[in-house]
């Protein structure tokens, strides 16, 4: 059949109607709101590159915990900022860590879903997600070594589930038997299987102070055009035991997130990191665009894309429009 027998706006034609056929849909159960802890406040403090996140002092939990619910997010991902850092970023895995207190705080004043985000990045001297080498390389075997301690110490303190970020070889495998063998069988690993090198996290970077002092990531993140070592990335840490899988960051990457969504059967996670954020929020600033279509159209295109859950900066906001 063809025009005029067949015409496609008859189901555009309102509002409702268009609610009625839609093929994809955002709930807040799918967000994820990252947030910030920095030992070193006193009080809540914002940074210019990311407009509206706040990093928070290690007090106050029951408030920052009922202003996000009462947004409707359940789910927050928890990054940290070290008084002091190290060459082995022993805050990290330090029992009494930033994170490790920020996690502890947020499960005994609330119900929320806690993630900790693994990675030695925020708490080395030198910036890297590592131990170094005296080439300045990272040691991939001795930081996965670091990497379980990290796990243990952030399930201990009561962590939901591990999202370990740093993209050495082998790390989910040694994070899953590090929580094994302390008896932390039923804590699920969140991998950041597919992890770009980007250009897109700087303005994550100053909120945590974890830019690389000399060098880049370029060693261990993924090159920015390679979508079949994605697949391979994913593959191997399913293998290893990881029960979530992760794309970063997501807008740029939509193919990806189709790819593993078509291959993978695991729950898909997808991060709009901080670039896309702080972009929309500086073109929405100058009056170029309009911020809330925007936020929802590109949350809307990603979890079109495939992904089942959406960590973004944007989740609170979205939250109350939906």
């Known amino acids: 059949m063809m ?83 190290d060459a082995v970023g022993s805050g990290a895995y330090a029992k009494d860590g930033v994170v490790q207190k920020a996690i502890e705080g947020l499960k005994e004043n609330s119900d929320m879903l806690v993630i900790a985000d693994l990675c030695l990045c925020e708490y080395t001297d030198h910036g890297h997600c590592g131990v170094l080498s005296d080439c300045g390389c990272v040691k991939n075997d001795e930081t996965i070594e670091l990497y379980g301690r990290t796990a243990v110490s952030q399930a201990d ?7 370990p970020s740093g993209m050495m070889d082998g790390q989910i495998a040694a994070i899953r038997q590090a929580l094994d063998d302390a008896g932390h069988k039923r804590v699920p690993i969140m991998a950041y299987s597919a992890k770009f090198y980007s250009a897109y996290y700087g303005p994550f970077r100053d909120v945590a102070n974890s830019a690389p002092g000399k060098g880049n990531r370029a060693g261990y993140q993924m090159p ?12 191997f840490d399913i293998a290893e035991g990881a029960d979530m899988i992760m794309v970063k960051p997501a807008g740029p990457y939509l193919d990806i997130i189709r790819d593993a969504a078509n291959t993978f059967d695991l729950p898909l996670a997808a991060y709009q990191v901080s670039g896309e954020y702080a ?24 979890k079109r894309a495939g992904a ?15």
């Not at 055009?225 to 593959?235: D, H, L, V, W």
């Not at 859950?309 to 429009?321: D, L, P, S």
């Open 224 to 235: 920015c055009g390679n979508r079949k070592e994605a697949m391979r990335e994913i593959e």
């Open 3 to 85: 025009y005029p027998d067949v015409r496609l706006r008859r189901l555009r034609q309102s509002e409702k109607m268009r609610n009625l056929v839609a093929e994809t849909r955002l709930h807040p159960d799918e967000f994820i709101l990252p947030i910030f802890f920095d030992e070193n406040l006193s009080s809540v403090k914002t940074t210019d590159s990311m407009p509206g996140v706040k990093t928070f002092p290690l007090s106050g939990y029951d408030k920052i915990a009922s202003d996000i619910q009462e947004s409707g997010v359940s789910t927050a991902l928890v990054f940290g900022v070290p008084k002091y850092k």
């Open 279 to 302: 972009m929309i929020k500086a073109a929405a600033q100058n009056g170029w665009i309009d911020e809330e279509r925007i936020m929802m159209e590109s949350l809307l295109g990603i």
């Open 157 to 163: 303190a009561g962590a939901d589930i591990i999202a």
């Open 308 to 322: 089942d859950m959406i960590i973004t900066y944007f989740a609170e906001e979205a939250a109350r429009m939906l």
